[in-house]
């Protein structure tokens, strides 16, 4: 961690987007970002964004200092919501769970995009969005 906060460029990153999500949707995590940029915004995705810090191999406490860092550098969080995420309200990962509240406990505004399609609303705010046809709306 000492590495980390001494390193000055680290320090003073900035995104626009942190994207909360499941490592299974890779794919998927990649178009999201592709159209996301296409938009303006800079994503942070952390097997993407932060291969020198953080190891899938790896993982640690650290590991969570590093994601918390990383939201706090994010303007906002994107929380993208597959079977592989959530299950129902309930998110299936704990590394996802660690996201969301530490965006809460920072007050960082917090979208989804819902790809699961069964009509639970989620308490933060939903994001139209045709993946396919690279569209993400941000105008809510």
Known sequence: MKRFEADTIQNKKHYSVFVSHSFKDSNLIKQII???NKQGFSCYCDWLSDN???KRSLVSEYTKEVLKKRIEQSDKVL???TE???TGVKLNS???ELEIDHSISLKKPIYY???LGDRIKLPYTKLSQD???GIIDWSV
């Open 84 to 86: 592989n995420s959530m």
């Open 34 to 36: 592709s159209i996301l």
């Open 113 to 115: 995009i819902d790809l």
């Open 131 to 133: 993946i396919a046809a």
């Open 79 to 81: 929380l993208v919501r």
């Open 52 to 54: 020198d810090f953080l």
């Open 94 to 96: 704990p590394w996802i």
